[in-house]
């Protein structure tokens, strides 16, 4: 049985069935509705129900409370209908359009183990999209999520980073077969992960290929002239996971940006130990700071934890995107 879902901002309406969850009958009808893990751990896609009959599949504690339970909140991703619905999405607009779209790949680059992948887009297309957003590429009838790791002042192109994977469907392909000029399909732009416009201090926290978004946001920002203050903390199991470092003095040329990498090896330069600990012994308050935080899911929760309960962070100032690979 269909029921029907409408956002109160916007007056945004879409159909969903009892068995699916909210979060993709929205993608399917093309609302761009806030979203990170898709799993229920990261709280991304939380918001509050003022109409209809809900029933919520198991989610982690940390992206919705009991106390978020009491007030009606639930995460979209895990929540499906049983009567009709009004969802109250505070700031929601619906982004840019998300598009299914060809692109001709430019360049591979491999540098250590990420290969740095660039689509040319169709002259004749338009794709628009926020820096930190990501893309589904569509590959032997498997879809593979990867930021943007570019902004959208570089027109016409989409970067992506990916890191060799053994047996990854894409992962694989990207380092044994695609070739140039080889035609891709894409799905996007989709996530949330994105700049908020406030004057905050900033941590742009990331392990691995998280990098990605954060490059893009950054770049945005040298576009805009923007001059927060930024500290990008970068974690890597050791100093040769490192990739594209050579910008990091440029940006901070631009930018009014500080950089630590972290990595398990003792390395001249590098602080020893992950991103959450160099966070803990760095910080005692960071009550007026915004956290942005890209990587893998223990590094994000972990971090969300350190920083909401010893650090003082104010839990609505932690913005989030987890990597969950897949083969
Ligand atoms: S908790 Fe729903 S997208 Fe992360």
């Known amino acids: 049985m269909g029921y029907k879902v409408t956002i109160e901002q916007g007056s945004l309406e879409f159909s969903v069935n009892a068995q699916e969850n909210l979060l993709n009958a929205a993608l399917q009808a093309k609302i761009n509705l806030p979203h990170g893990c898709k799993s229920g751990s990261c709280g991304a896609c939380k918001c509050k129900v003022t109409h209809g009959d809900i029933e919520l599949e198991e989610y982690n504690k940390i992206a919705l409370s009991d106390d978020d339970i009491a007030n009606n909140y639930i995460l979209l991703c895990k929540a499906s209908a049983h009567s009709d619905v009004i969802l109250d999405i505070p700031g929601f607009t619906n982004g840019f359009p998300i598009k299914t779209m060809p692109s001709k790949i430019e360049s591979i680059d491999k540098v250590g183990s990420v290969a ?27 879809n593979r999520s990867y930021s943007i790791a570019n902004s959208p002042t570089s027109k016409g192109i989409i970067e992506l ?9 894409f992962s694989e392909a990207a380092w ?29 926290v990331c392990t691995g290929t998280g990098f990605a978004p954060i490059k893009a946001i950054l770049e945005q920002m040298i576009a805009e002239n923007n001059q ?9 199991f050791t100093a040769e996971d490192f990739y594209l470092t050579e910008i990091l003095p440029v940006w901070q040329n631009q930018l009014n940006l500080k950089v630590t990498l972290c990595t398990n090896d003792k390395t001249e330069g590098y602080y020893t130990g992950m991103v959450t600990d160099y966070i803990q012994e760095s910080f005692n308050d960071l009550n007026q700071h915004e956290i942005y935080a890209c990587g893998n899911p223990a590094m994000i929760e972990n971090l969300y934890n350190i920083a909401s309960s010893q650090l003082k962070l104010d839990k609505r100032n932690f913005y989030s995107d987890v990597f969950t690979p897949s083969i």
């Open 116 to 142: 740095i992948l660039k689509l040319k887009l169709p002259a004749n297309q338009i794709f628009e999209f926020y820096a930190g957003q990501y893309i589904d590429i569509i590959y032997e009838g498997k």
């Open 228 to 236: 927060r203050e930024l500290h990008l903390i970068w974690g890597n």
């Open 161 to 169: 980073h990916i890191r060799y994977r053994q047996g990854g469907v």
């Open 176 to 204: 044994q077969t695609l070739t140039i000029n080889q035609i891709l399909r894409f799905k996007g732009p989709m996530g949330n992960f994105t700049l908020q416009n406030t004057t905050k201090p900033a941590l742009m």
